[in-house]
């Protein structure tokens, strides 16, 4: 009895070493490991959008159960890994991945399926962590850190609002029969265009659309605006090593020293 309680002390502390050299590691295996996990993710995020848009299907039940699998591994390993295992369970991040590892195996616990496909796309926020992880590895994500970030926003704000507007909808709505009809809506009332085509209905509805007009147009215009004329230009300081600048800067922030920032006019 002894040698097996010492034996799986010993499992368990080899466990937790390689779980805490996978996901933290500075190690080749270790920052390897993570890459791969990176495309995973990704691969996870496109396949929850993607699926969004199509019917439900056999092979993407399958595909569901293996996902679920998968995200149960990963998140156990995060959890032997971490030193603050409550800390990390109570993290939005960890708390989205257990709702949506509850929905890909216990799928009426959720009901509607409508809501159940947008709660599993909602991983879409994990691209906000495969980016941090690439701006360390990359200088083009680092480089580009405030474009990237803000078209990040961009996409997560209208597929948010989308999928508001989906799961509201879709058993009222005749206009709104799928996510399509959905994200045609937002885009056209975020953009200002409003065909008229496809309106909101109800109570529940037309406060939904106000909410997106006050909120949502004046966000989107941001949000654009910042991707294309971004409000920071990186420009080392040559006396303090800063790099963001605004765009019209004449001396640096930190040190006061005098700049030479190449522009082509004011904006």
């Known amino acids: 009895m002894t040698s097996m309680k010492a034996s799986f002390r010993d499992f368990f502390a080899a466990t937790k070493a390689f779980c805490r050299e996978f996901f933290y590691g500075t190690s080749e295996r270790g920052v390897r490991g993570r890459y791969i996990m990176l495309a995973i993710d990704t691969a996870i995020v496109l396949y929850f959008i993607v699926t969004t848009f199509l019917q439900f299907d056999t092979w993407m039940a399958i595909t569901d159960r293996i996902i679920g699998v998968y995200m149960i591994v990963e998140l156990s390993g995060r959890i032997i890994a971490d030193s603050d295992k409550m800390g990390l369970l109570s993290r939005p991040l960890a708390l989205l991945d257990i709702a949506i590892i509850v929905s890909l195996f216990i799928p009426d616990v959720f009901g509607n ?155």
Do not use: W
């Open 113 to 267: 399926l409508a809501f159940l496909r947008v709660v599993r796309a909602m991983r879409v926020f994990r691209s906000y962590y495969v980016t941090k992880q690439l701006k360390q590895h990359f200088r083009f994500f680092s480089r580009n850190e405030e474009i990237i970030y803000s078209a990040l926003n961009l996409m997560v704000f209208i597929f948010v609002v989308t999928a508001f507007v989906f799961v509201l909808q879709q058993e009222v709505n005749p206009g709104i029969n799928d996510y399509v009809d959905a994200l045609y809506f937002t885009i056209t009332t975020l953009t200002t265009t409003g065909f008229g085509d496809v309106i909101l209905v109800g109570s529940q509805g037309r406060l939904l659309a106000v909410v997106v007009m006050i909120v949502g147009v004046a966000l989107f215009i941001r949000l654009v605006q910042t991707i294309f004329r971004p409000t920071k230009i990186r420009y080392e300081c040559p006396q303090c090593g800063l790099t963001r600048h605004d765009l019209d800067a004449v001396h640096c922030k930190h040190c006061g020293h005098e700049l030479h920032i190449r522009t082509e006019g004011v904006y």
